[in-house]
């Protein structure tokens, strides 16, 4: 049983405990129910929206903590720190700093508001791990509500773009690769094939990197 379904079940559960309740005291029902939603919904917002065996994953909340993630990104043996944190007033800051350059990736995050910042209830998780099978880690970072909604994002590494400018600075070299809406918990499954779940419960869609994008596969 996934996480949806047990959300749902609880739901139910708690409907009925709820009813029960009312009977016995009905001038506590209010914040009985209140309580009671409160609750499920708190468990369920902290969950996993991404599955794999991830180089390391963090979550972020919106809140003004930044959250970080020191890994070797580019495949020179030397650990960069990839950040996401508010960035007032102009949205999310999703940046990958290597000590000398520093690269802001959250112009294009998708699943945010109008304004850049996350909806309400959203959060986000962002997670380290090849998707590409170059064997250099890509960056994920899910957007969603925890339910039924969520944005996973995808940039790679690109070593061709990876020059000096004739002004000495680098270009960005983190491309932004993919877009893949679902719903909670899509999978990263080994070898890099993404298990995104749809529709009805149990049904998935695979997506697998085919060189210059992710092409659905059966």
Known sequence: MNTTSLWILGLLISSIVAFVFWLNNSDD????????FNNIFSRQINGELLEGQFLQSTFWHGNKERKEINV??????IKEEIIIERDTPNGIKLLVSSGKEAYNLGFEIMGLND???????????????DVTNNGIPDILLAVGDGLIDLHLNIWRFDKEKFVNTVRGKYINPF???GHIKGQQNIRILPGGKIEVPVGSFGRFSTYSWDGSKFKLVD
């Open 29 to 36: 029902f209010k914040h009985f129910i209140k309580n009671s």
């Open 72 to 77: 070797d990104i580019d495949g020179d043996g």
């Open 115 to 129: 304004l850049g910042e996350l909806k309400e209830n959203y959060y986000c998780q962002l997670a380290i791990i």
């Open 175 to 177: 491309r932004f690769i």
